[in-house]
């Protein structure tokens, strides 16, 4: 059996401002908070890990070599999520990704990189049984 994780730990110069970002992006919550460390939980119902930033003294330097995937929710689409994104304070990052790719990598405004993912949860549900029964017609983004 595998180890069970926690949290996951984001470094940030900023702690409060950075965790408040995600939950606005995200529609998550703030738990616990005090000046160097902030913990962010999804809402009740919602399976996924938390996470817990912490600051540090030193600015982010490279790129990461850990990132986030995120993907539109039923109901919108990565037109409207970008536009979402950017107007919180994403940036566009060029990673060298390239033209044709289907998703969009931006930055928080910390410099972390993430990438926008093209499909919802139930699109990538309906591609990958599609792709089960032998009938899909394209990737899973």
Known sequence: MGLA???????SHD???????WADVLGWRVVEEDEDEVDLEPPPGVAATPWLFLRVPEAKR?????????????????????????????????????PDVTWHVLADPEGNEFCLLRSTPSELAALLAAEAAGTAGGEPA
């Open 5 to 11: 994780l926690a949290q996951l730990c984001i470094d």
């Open 15 to 21: 702690p409060s401002s950075l965790a408040r970002w």
């Open 62 to 98: 490279v790129k990461n070599r850990l990132h986030v995937d995120v993907r539109p929710p039923d109901g919108s689409d990565q037109a409207t999520e970008l536009e979402r994104l950017l107007a919180l304070g994403a940036v566009r990052v060029d990673i060298g990704q390239g």
